[in-house]
């Protein structure tokens, strides 16, 4: 992509996503908490099982088809949905994009997984959230089953992903281009692993036993020359205790880069660790997360420098009641402390920083179990890290459980799809929904007034000042970086402040941080906020 057409991009985005954030506050197909439903009413009919409420927006199986219901109260904080938006497939993960479009793919089929290595196909659609229309694509090129992998957002904004039900695949998409290629072969097969990209640009992946087979998913480090056994980094300390064993125990592993090639993991078992990964790697024990039990299917979100919000999971990959625990964890000098809890208990669901440091919760089970809405919490929260409590949000009208997902737009709002992926069932949710968070929102439910950014540039180096100019006074920057979710876990979201100086309230010097490990190379969305913490629509930039 040229720096014309990045402009290009970047000047739809902004003017297609203003207009569309102004609909959807007004009530255009979305339901501002101050106006929800009355207690009791059908807030929208899904193909989930029939359901019953039991409290202001749980849903418990009583039938074979069914309803979900609107929170008998508003919620405490204001905030509104979009109405369902259709897409040709059930969207298990997902990616942003540089120019403001959402990558979404399912696995050989758009609406059902296969068996390991049995196809060599992926149904995909590119989702355009200010048009809010979707193009599918079959991909054969790279004959990769990509379902259950791991994801990474490469610092050139390629997305690698590896492994899954192709258990031994490396492909990355191109967005420069829309160009799907094939990577070196994982020495390891694997499906379900941990992945983050490294303060060098390189890929840590670890974990995955639900595919390959029982082979030790050990350590394995992607760079341009390839995959690398790491074998001083096994999989053994990792591996929670799960009822199911390995299979299950070493899934979706929380790994958060750091400075000079350390990486700290923080769950899903209690065990914290360091992992260096440089010459062949070591593991070293970082203590518990307090009094946390084994969580999987929670989350850990990287809400500012070097601090970690852990939220919810379970016992056992399914069957099991979910937690509804709240843990700081700060990685600067490795201290975990309990918090007030979420309103839910919550297990895959699905977790999102906003430009304010304040961490939006979608969807999830109270009683984990695969393939079904069955307990599903509709009602979103909101954390504050200054106040350190979840306030809860408006209802969301569709499920969200297992194979869902949510990911930060540039406009601010964040994306909420997917669940289900099992053939001719009747949890299968091929749509998204929009929500509209607080921030943007007056107390009426009109749109805030929001500043602008007026120039920036496409690129920044480390270690040095970009020159940023805004059309009203602003009072701080923060640069988001663009993710890759899947399966509830996003190891590539992260919020990184900025230190800003202004010569007018309207030309600001900002700092890039000179240390990789807080801000890993590769696109951020940049967010100028005012006083009252209103974001800007994002100008994407790409540290390098």
């Known amino acids: 992509m040229t720096m014309h057409d990045h402009r290009q991009h970047q000047q739809r985005i902004t003017t297609l996503m203003a207009s569309l954030l102004l609909c959807t506050a007004c009530g255009g197909g979305g339901s501002a908490s101050n106006t929800s439903a009355a207690p009791g009413t059908a807030a929208s009919a899904t193909t989930a099982p029939t359901t019953s409420t039991t409290s202001d927006s749980v849903t418990t199986s009583t039938a074979s088809t069914t309803s979900t219901t609107a929170p008998p109260a508003i919620p405490h ?24 479009k959402v990558l979404t793919w399912s696995a050989f089929a758009p609406d059902n997984f296969g068996d390991e290595n049995a196809w060599g196909q992926t149904y995909s659609a590119i989702f ?168 999987m299917n929670g989350n850990a979100v990287l809400y500012d420098i070097g601090k970690l919000l852990k939220i919810g999971g379970a016992p056992a990959y399914e069957d099991a009641d979910s937690n509804n625990a709240a843990y700081l964890i700060d990685m600067n000098n490795v ?61 969301m009208q569709v499920p969200r459980n297992y194979h869902s997902f949510s990911l930060l737009l540039p406009d601010g709002r964040v994306l909420v799809g997917g669940g289900g992926l099992c053939g001719a069932c009747t949890t299968n949710h091929a749509n998204v929904e929009i929500l509209t968070p607080p921030y943007l929102l007056m107390a009426d439910g009109t749109a805030a007034s929001r500043p602008a950014i007026t120039s920036a540039p496409t690129t920044g180096s ?48 900002l700092a890039i941080p000179a240390n990789r490990g807080i801000l890993p190379p590769g696109y951020y969305m940049l967010f100028a906020m005012n006083a009252d913490g209103v974001p800007s629509i994002a100008n994407t930039i790409q540290i390098r």
């Open 335 to 395: 201290s975990v402390r309990k918090i007030a809890t979420m309103n839910y208990a919550r297990a895959m669901h699905n977790s999102v920083v906003l430009p304010n440091g304040q961490v939006v919760i979608t969807g999830g089970q109270t009683y984990v179990k695969l393939f079904s809405d069955d307990s599903s919490v509709l009602m979103a929260e909101l954390w504050d890290p200054k106040t350190e409590i979840f306030s809860k949000l408006s209802a």
């Open 77 to 100: 904080t204001r905030s509104s949905w979009s109405d369902v938006i259709s897409l040709p497939i059930v969207p298990v993960a997902a990616a942003n994009l540089p120019n403001g």
């Open 462 to 509: 480390y270690g040095a000042s970009i020159t940023v100019t805004t059309n009203v006074t602003v009072n701080a920057f923060v640069l988001m970086r663009l993710s890759a979710v899947t399966h509830s876990i996003n190891n590539d979201q992260r919020r990184v402040p900025l230190q800003s100086s202004s010569v007018d309230g309207r030309s600001h010097q």
């Open 128 to 295: 355009d959230p200010a048009s809010r229309t979707s193009q599918q694509r079959v991909v054969t090129e790279t004959q990769h089953d990509m379902f259950c992998p791991g994801t990474t957002m490469l610092a050139d904004g390629r997305i690698l992903i590896n492994g899954g039900s192709s258990s031994q695949k490396t492909t990355f998409y191109n967005p420069a281009n829309d160009a799907w290629t094939t990577g070196p072969l994982m020495n390891i097969p694997r499906g379900y692993p941990g992945n983050t990209i490294l303060a060098d640009g390189s890929v840590l992946t670890l974990g995955g036993a639900w595919s390959g087979g029982a082979s030790a998913k050990d350590a394995e480090i992607w760079s341009p020359s390839g995959w690398r056994v790491m074998s001083g980094i096994p999989i053994a300390p990792f591996i929670g205790p799960d009822p199911r064993g390995t299979y299950r125990g070493d899934n979706h592993l929380w790994l958060f880069a750091q400075a000079n090639g350390r990486v700290f993991h923080a769950g899903p078992g209690a065990n914290m660790h360091w992992i260096d990964t440089s010459a062949n790697g070591q593991v070293v024990n970082a203590g518990t997360r307090g009094n946390d039990a084994y969580s």
